[in-house]
């Protein structure tokens, strides 16, 4: 079974298939109410429905319905049909957080931060098993936008070396050291996004490397 897609995070003056990011969230919200009887896995809209909660024409809806096909929020029943089945990406619309866009000159003081915790969590973490290899920005970051919707980083790890003493409660399961280290850093911001990779080769180009420990 897949997992249930994460709510996305919108920005307030900007357009998500053509739309505003709060008529967009409220209009997949009312499509789930028609569909509410409906099983979830075989829930199904009509192009015209869709257009009457989106509150355009039909050439701007069948405009609208082909990039939701492409983008996996609705999936075609038939070839030149015009009903449509609703995914679980298009439903996680409907609980969108819209925010208010993260300015770049923030996200990078943001960035500046994250590598000073960094240094301090290798330095001071002794009972975490872990301690933070490298921390890379990817993502909306590194597109030319001045407004973000997010600002995501990855982060490798490696074993801390042994302490001199043994330390007391030490984390010797891998979530529990992990989980240390995501939740400190999406506790610095809202608009932080972690995600946590074996090594630099499985982290989605392009990226910059904001911190790298000392070896």
Excluded: C, W
């Amino acid at each position: 079974m897949n997992p249930t897609p994460k709510a996305p995070t919108l920005i307030t003056g900007r357009a998500y298939f053509g739309i505003d990011a709060a008529r967009l969230r409220d209009a997949t919200g009312r499509v789930l109410l028609r569909v509410r009887d409906m099983p979830r896995d075989r829930a199904t809209i009509a192009l015209d429905e869709l257009q009457e909660e989106l509150g355009v024409g039909p050439a701007e809806g069948r405009s609208i319905a082909e990039a939701m096909v492409n983008s996996g929020l609705l999936e075609r029943l038939s070839p030149h049909g015009v009903h449509y089945s609703i995914t679980e990406k298009f439903r996680s619309y409907a609980e969108a957080k819209i925010v208010e866009p993260l300015g770049r000159e923030r996200a990078h003081l943001l960035l500046e931060h994250m590598a000073g915790v960094a240094r301090e969590f290798n330095r001071k973490a002794i009972r975490n098993r872990y301690e933070i290899d490298v921390i890379v920005v990817f993502g909306s970051y590194m597109s030319t936008d001045r407004a973000l919707p997010d600002l995501t980083i990855g982060i490798t790890g490696r074993h801390r070396p042994p302490p001199e003493r043994g330390v007391f409660g030490r984390a010797t399961k891998q979530t529990e050291g992990t989980a240390e280290i995501r939740g400190l850093f999406e506790g610095l911001s809202s608009y932080v996004q972690v995600s946590l990779f074996q090594s630099l080769q499985d982290v989605p180009r392009p990226f910059i490397v904001v911190f790298e420990a000392e070896t």
